[in-house]
Each structure stands twice: as structure tokens, then as C-alpha cells.
Antibody, heavy 120, light 110 residues
Framework: QVQLVESGGGVVQSGRSLRLSCAAS????????MHWVRQAPGKGLEWVAV????????YYADSVKGRFTISRDTSENILYLEMNSLRAEDTAVYFC?????????????WGQGTTVTVSS | QSVLTQPPSVSAAPGQKVTISCSGS????????ISWYQQLPGKAPKLLIY???KRPSGVPARFSGSKSGTSATLAITGLQTGDEADYYC???????????FGGGTKLTVL
């Protein structure tokens, strides 16, 4: 079945780096756009980044631009989020999500999330 | 502050109908579809509505969506206690090529 499984979260000091992974299975990962979305404790959803399969274009929220990098390994069906210069405000549960065929911003498959805590 | 605006909370009794609004701007609503998500406590979001008014397989017909101009609405009829959750609208911003969400609405079934 279609499944996304995130990993790589943990506790990290402010200013350090962390790489999240999202293992995909059950669908054509190489032909799908993929998103990262995060949710700070007690807060709403915040869109973080997207990578599109055609042209491999990548886009980021202003809050992470220049610090986070989204990438993928289509041979291993893994999505990554490299997070540098982490700040306390990056503390959140991070979800990877794949969009529907019809609407690239409607996310119909979500992982369970991985928690990132940035300590000062 | 979220790009899309939703009421922080709504409430209604079991069996009743509730609507949740979502408003945006021409850059996000203009040429893009609106989607709606349900998030139960401690869980990942679940897609309820896509393309403004379409339901994924398995989502009950009690959930419906509509869009007009720069506003969208999620309607839930025949409310059940299990519908208590946070609801989010979402879309893309054509001018910036980014995704955006509403701030979320907490539904209480009294």
C-alpha cells in the first residue's frame, strides 16, 4: 500500500544541522512531487518545501529559505530535508506528504511525522 | 499569521450542520484549487476535500466543499462526536510557487 515513513528527528542544539528522511513505497515516487510540512507544538500546519518531479524544481517557505534543502533519491525512493542553522522556532513535527494527481498542492498521503526539537 | 484566514473555532450539537470558512487572496485562490484536511489529536492530517469540492475515496458524503471567488467553505452535516478535530484549508500560491495553509479551526461537537 501507499506509505510514507519519516525518520531522522531528534534533539539538536541551536545552530546545528539535521537531516530528515522520508521513505516512500507503493506509488511512483519518481513521478510525484513531494512536500514537507511542519507543525510547531500547539500550532497549525506550516508548508515548508516542495520538489517537483519534472525539472526537479524546488521551492521553499520564506522562513526556511537559504537554510533548508529538499532533495530526493529516486533510486531508493527517499525524500530528504537537510536543515542547517537550526533555530528554536524550527522545533516542530515534520511531515512528508505526496500530492494528488489532479492538484499538486492537495496532499493525500502523509507520513506519521518525525519530531525535531531545537534547544538553545 | 497564516496566509489563509479561518475562524479559530466553531461548535455545534451532534446531528447538526457546521460550516468552516477559509478566505485568501487572488494569488492563492485565483487559479488554484482549495483542499481541506482533518487532523485528529496526535495524528497526521487527512485529506477531506480536494479540487474545491471533491472527496477522496472513503471520505463520507457528510463532508462537502465549495469555493467562490477568494473564499471557500467546508460543510459537515450530521455531526458526530468523532468529527471533533482541527480542520485546515490549503492551496498553492501561483505567484510564489509555494504552498499555504489556513491557521486551522477547532471543531467542538457539543
Amino acid at each position: 500500500q501507499v506509505q510514507l515513513v519519516e525518520s531522522g528527528g531528534g534533539v539538536v542544539q541551536s545552530g546545528r544541522s539535521l537531516r530528515l528522511s522520508c521513505a516512500a513505497s507503493g506509488f511512483a515516487f519518481g513521478f510525484s512531487g513531494m512536500h514537507w510540512v511542519r507543525q510547531a507544538p500547539g500550532k497549525g500546519l506550516e508548508w515548508v518545501a516542495v520538489i517537483w518531479f519534472d525539472k526537479n524544481e524546488k521551492y521553499y517557505a520564506d522562513s526556511v529559505k537559504g537554510r533548508f534543502t529538499i532533495s530526493r533519491d529516486t533510486s531508493e525512493n527517499i525524500l530528504y530535508l537537510e536543515m542547517n542553522s537550526l533555530r528554536a522556532e524550527d522545533t516542530a513535527v515534520y511531515f512528508c506528504a505526496s500530492p494528488t494527481y489532479y492538484d499538486p498542492y492537495a496532499m493525500d498521503v502523509w507520513g506519521q511525522g518525525t519530531t525535531v526539537t531545537v534547544s538553545s | 499569521q497564516s496566509v489563509l484566514t479561518q475562524p479559530p473555532s466553531v461548535s455545534a450539537a451532534p446531528g447538526q450542520k457546521v460550516t468552516i470558512s477559509c478566505s485568501g487572496s487572488s494569488s492563492n485562490f485565483g487559479n488554484n484549487f482549495i483542499s481541506w484536511y482533518q487532523q485528529l489529536p496526535g495524528k497526521a492530517p487527512k485529506l477531506l476535500i480536494y479540487d474545491n469540492d471533491k472527496r477522496p475515496s472513503g471520505v463520507p458524503a457528510r463532508f462537502s466543499g465549495s469555493k467562490s471567488g477568494t473564499s471557500a467553505t467546508l460543510a459537515i452535516t450530521g455531526l458526530q462526536t468523532g468529527d471533533e478535530a482541527d480542520y485546515y484549508c490549503g492551496t498553492g500560491d501561483s505567484s510564489l510557487s509555494v504552498g499555504v495553509f489556513g491557521g486551522g479551526t477547532k471543531l467542538t461537537v457539543l
